[in-house]
């Protein structure tokens, strides 16, 4: 189930897009102010945005396009109007708002409002969505990897050092050789690890990537170790 923020003044056309979208959750506003704040909380999905407005002192969704561009850019949006649009100006809202998608309402049967575009549109939206917010969690997971096995890096480092200090002088054996076979493995584990999680966050439910990333953050805490 995915979020969708609906701002829609006409209250007939929001009423048929959340029966239609019954299997997600559609948060609908009738406002811009309301719509901005709804875009504060981070699980929002999608958004699907009214142009005109008929509220003489709320008149236009371009300015929500604006805020979602400027605070939000990776959030996939789509313009639902119901005049049809020339293609200059088409053209503008796709390409300078970042817009996925433009639904004309009269495209749809009138006695349900219909739907199969806008289906169809928010499926595609949600569906680059899934794919963007799986490679953010990869993403944090290599981050977080490659921290730690540069701290790793580090620390065999620095024993290699002193292994090198140590054979310059009369003592020739090398105290740091266990530490280091330790600590390479651990590197190797880190990888193993991370290849695991990049894997899980593939298959597993959306609302679940978060905690695969807490997860992946305390192994390589714990793999990190002390020493």
Same mark, same amino acid.
């Given at each position: ?8 003044? &006409? ?26 704040? =709804? ?6 999905? *999608?958004? @699907?945005?009214? @142009?005109n407005l008929?509220? =003489?002192?709320?008149?236009s ?5 604006s805020?979602?561009l400027? &605070?939000?850019?990776?959030?996939p949006?789509?313009?639902?109007? #119901?005049?049809? /649009? ?13 817009? #996925?998608?433009?639904?004309?309402k ?16 928010? &499926?595609?939206l949600l569906?680059?969505s ?12 290599? %981050?977080? $990897?490659l921290?730690?096995q540069?701290?790793?890096? +580090? +620390?065999?480092?620095?024993?290699q050092q002193?292994s090198?200090?140590?054979? $310059? ?9 266990n $530490? ?5 493995l651990?590197?190797?584990? @880190?990888?193993? /690890? ?5 894997a899980? *966050?593939?298959?597993?439910?959306? &609302?679940?990537l978060?905690?695969?990333?807490? /997860? ?10 002390? %020493?």
């Amino acid at each position: 189930m995915a979020i969708i923020l609906l701002l829609e003044d &006409n209250i007939q056309f929001a009423r048929a897009v959340q029966r239609v979208l019954r299997g997600h959750e559609v948060r609908h506003v009738t406002r811009v102010d309301a719509a901005i704040d =709804e875009l504060q909380h981070p699980d929002v999905d *999608c958004a @699907l945005i009214d @142009l005109n407005l008929t509220d =003489e002192d709320d008149y236009s969704g371009y300015e929500v396009l604006s805020y979602i561009l400027h &605070n939000r850019p990776d959030l996939p949006r789509a313009v639902v109007t #119901g005049s049809r /649009l020339k293609g200059a100006i088409s053209k503008n809202i796709l390409l300078r708002y970042g817009v #996925g998608d433009i639904v004309i309402k009269g495209d749809v049967d009138r006695a349900g409002y219909g739907t199969t575009d806008l289906i169809d549109t928010v &499926n595609d939206l949600l569906a680059g969505s899934d794919s963007r917010r799986r490679e953010k969690a990869r993403d944090e997971i290599a %981050s977080i $990897s490659l921290a730690a096995q540069t701290e790793l890096r +580090r +620390r065999i480092n620095g024993l290699q050092q002193l292994s090198e200090q140590l054979r $310059s002088g009369p003592k020739r054996r090398d105290p740091t050789a266990n $530490s280091r076979t330790v600590l390479t493995l651990r590197a190797d584990k @880190l990888i193993e /690890l991370e290849a695991v999680a990049k894997a899980r *966050c593939e298959v597993v439910a959306l &609302n679940e990537l978060a905690h695969e990333v807490e /997860l992946f953050e305390a192994e390589s805490a714990r793999v990190l170790g002390d %020493s």
